[in-house]
């Protein structure tokens, strides 16, 4: 052991080149408890081929020893090399020590490669070998949430709880907060949260905290812990704009627009940021600012559906059908139909008494938007205007139809088949 330790030290203190001598002396005339010690050691430093060798060595020596035959397969792990691993993994006896330990290894390379019923069957065949290895179980729990079944997962957590808190550096209460708050569980996931937030204060933690706090409605809660993160770490970019949500929920539209404009200091092209930012100015009353933000969400991503129909709104509100039509056309050069926009193209066009060309966009858009209320109300009314009177009847009856007590539709349509008639 005290070669083992002389070589370990060399590599600590950069002595390279004296430490692989004694890795070689211990290669070929070393002992085979050598061997095994100095590979373990060389593998958690990083130093995987000559770790290999001598892995490989030993393997000369006992080559059905499933412990060595574990260690090759981490390495080819670590090196890439997942199915050479499996092919190591796979030579380990069913009666071998290590066998479970390669089932494990399995169920993680099957995981990796998203062949979840494989893997759970190699986690399961493991449990039953070892029925009270809890290690298992946290396997379990975490292939489990990776396919959102988060139940079982829930299950698998629980058995891991009584043991454990914390393995490989997770806190198993925080997985059951994600897997609880998943779930649509919130009361139950935000007690998960304040037991990992004890055990330790981890920002990740404290976001998913504030965010199953908001869900669950606690909007005062939401604001305090997403506050907490922020002053935290103010680059955490995922918090302003639910930290904003928060605050607009509370009705507090200042302090909702002030935690966008922090986020998009630090996000500057974040579009739901300038989006939801344009969104409170509009409800601030600022539709300059609105429109700026608008605008600037349509820069992030010209195909940024949501917030070219809410800028067309503001400037159809304003008047402004040729900036509507420009609006439109950044979409039309890019292909993309959608019917909302064709209505407000529509809209636009018939402000600008360009008339046929306002009812060939009208009747474009009708298949998709046959169902919609408003557009068959704007649509009737431009029919009726246009003199088309057999056709706003046919529209009228369909409004009326699906609101059958709308006096004015009813009205409407009397005094269109009077005309008519």
Same mark, same amino acid.
């Given at each position: 052991?005290?070669?083992?330790?002389?070589?370990?030290?060399? $590599?600590?203190?950069?002595?390279?080149?004296e430490a692989l001598?004694?890795?070689?002396?211990?290669?070929?005339?070393?002992?085979?408890?050598?061997?095994?010690?100095?590979?373990?050691?060389?593998?958690?430093?990083?130093?995987?081929?000559?770790?290999?060798?001598?892995?490989?060595?030993?393997?000369?020596?006992?080559?059905?020893?499933?412990?060595?035959?574990?260690?090759?397969?981490?390495?080819?792990?670590?090196?890439?090399?997942?199915?050479?691993?499996?092919?190591?993994?796979?030579?380990?006896?069913?009666? @071998?020590?290590?066998?479970?330990?390669?089932?494990?290894?399995?169920?993680?390379? !099957?995981?990796?490669?998203?062949?979840?019923?494989?893997?759970?069957?190699?986690?399961?065949?493991?449990?039953?070998?070892?029925? @009270?290895?809890?290690?298992?179980? /946290?396997?379990?729990?975490?292939?489990?949430?990776?396919?959102?079944?988060?139940?079982? %997962?829930?299950?698998?957590?629980?058995?891991? $709880?009584?043991?454990?808190?914390? #393995?490989?550096?997770?806190?198993?209460?925080?997985?059951?907060?994600?897997?609880?708050? %998943?779930?649509? %569980?919130?009361?139950?996931?935000?007690?998960?949260?304040?037991?990992?937030?004890?055990?330790?204060?981890? #920002?990740?933690?404290?976001?998913?905290?504030?965010?199953?706090?908001?869900?669950?409605?606690?909007?005062?809660?939401?604001?305090?812990?997403?506050?907490? +993160?922020?002053?935290?770490?103010?680059?955490?970019?995922? +918090?302003?704009?639910?930290?904003?949500?928060?605050?607009?929920?509370?009705?507090?539209?200042?302090?909702?627009?002030?935690?966008?404009?922090?986020?998009?200091?630090?996000?500057?092209?974040?579009?739901?940021?300038?989006?939801?930012?344009?969104?409170?100015?509009?409800?601030?009353?600022?539709?300059?600012?609105?429109?700026?933000? /608008?605008?600037?969400?349509?820069?992030?991503?010209?195909?940024?559906?949501?917030?070219?129909?809410?800028?067309?709104?503001? $400037?159809?509100?304003?008047?402004?059908?040729?900036?509507?039509?420009?609006? #439109?056309?950044?979409?039309?050069?890019? @292909?993309?139909?959608?019917?909302q926009l064709i209505?407000?193209?529509?809209?636009a066009l018939q402000? +600008?008494?360009?008339?046929? &060309?306002?009812?060939?966009?009208?009747?474009?858009?009708?298949?998709?938007?046959?169902?919609?209320?408003?557009?068959?109300?704007?649509?009737?009314?431009?029919?009726?205007?246009?003199?088309?009177? &057999?056709?706003? #009847?046919?529209?009228?009856?369909?409004?009326?139809?699906? @609101?059958?007590?709308?006096? &004015?539709?009813?009205?409407?349509?009397?005094?269109?088949?009077?005309?008519? !008639?």
């Amino acid at each position: 052991m005290d070669k083992i330790n002389k070589i370990i030290t060399l $590599l600590e203190n950069g002595q390279h080149e004296e430490a692989l001598a004694g890795y070689e002396k211990i290669l070929k005339n070393g002992t085979n408890d050598e061997r095994l010690l100095l590979g373990e050691e060389l593998f958690q430093y990083g130093f995987l081929e000559e770790a290999k060798k001598l892995f490989e060595r030993l393997l000369e020596a006992y080559p059905e020893e499933g412990e060595i035959l574990v260690n090759l397969a981490e390495i080819s792990i670590e090196q890439g090399q997942e199915d050479e691993a499996l092919q190591t993994l796979n030579k380990i006896h069913e009666d @071998d020590p290590s066998y479970p330990q390669s089932l494990l290894l399995q169920a993680d390379l !099957y995981q990796m490669e998203g062949l979840y019923e494989v893997s759970e069957q190699k986690l399961l065949q493991a449990k039953s070998t070892l029925p @009270d290895e809890f290690i298992i179980d /946290f396997a379990l729990g975490e292939l489990y949430m990776e396919q959102g079944r988060f139940i079982e %997962a829930i299950r698998a957590y629980d058995k891991v $709880l009584p043991v454990e808190v914390e #393995i490989a550096g997770v806190n198993v209460h925080q997985r059951l907060g994600d897997a609880y708050s %998943a779930g649509g %569980a919130f009361e139950e996931a935000l007690t998960h949260y304040e037991k990992a937030l004890e055990d330790s204060l981890e #920002i990740n933690t404290l976001f998913h905290y504030a965010l199953t706090a908001y869900q669950a409605g606690m909007n005062k809660t939401a604001i305090e812990k997403f506050t907490e +993160l922020k002053e935290l770490d103010p680059e955490y970019h995922s +918090l302003y704009l639910y930290l904003a949500k928060s605050y607009e929920r509370e009705e507090d539209l200042e302090n909702s627009f002030q935690a966008i404009q922090e986020g998009l200091r630090y996000d500057e092209y974040n579009k739901d940021l300038s989006f939801y930012a344009g969104k409170i100015a509009l409800k601030l009353g600022n539709e300059e600012e609105a429109e700026n933000q /608008f605008r600037q969400a349509l820069v992030l991503d010209p195909e940024f559906i949501e917030a070219a129909l809410t800028l067309n709104k503001l $400037l159809l509100h304003q008047e402004r059908y040729e900036d509507v039509l420009e609006i #439109i056309e950044l979409f039309n050069e890019n @292909d993309i139909e959608e019917p909302q926009l064709i209505w407000d193209e529509a809209v636009a066009l018939q402000h +600008l008494e360009k008339y046929s &060309e306002a009812l060939n966009k009208y009747q474009l858009a009708y298949n998709s938007l046959k169902n919609d209320l408003d557009f068959l109300s704007d649509y009737g009314y431009f029919l009726m205007e246009e003199g088309k009177r &057999e056709e706003a #009847i046919e529209i009228f009856s369909m409004l009326l139809k699906k @609101d059958p007590s709308n006096e &004015e539709y009813e009205e409407t349509l009397q005094r269109l088949s009077e005309q008519l !008639y």
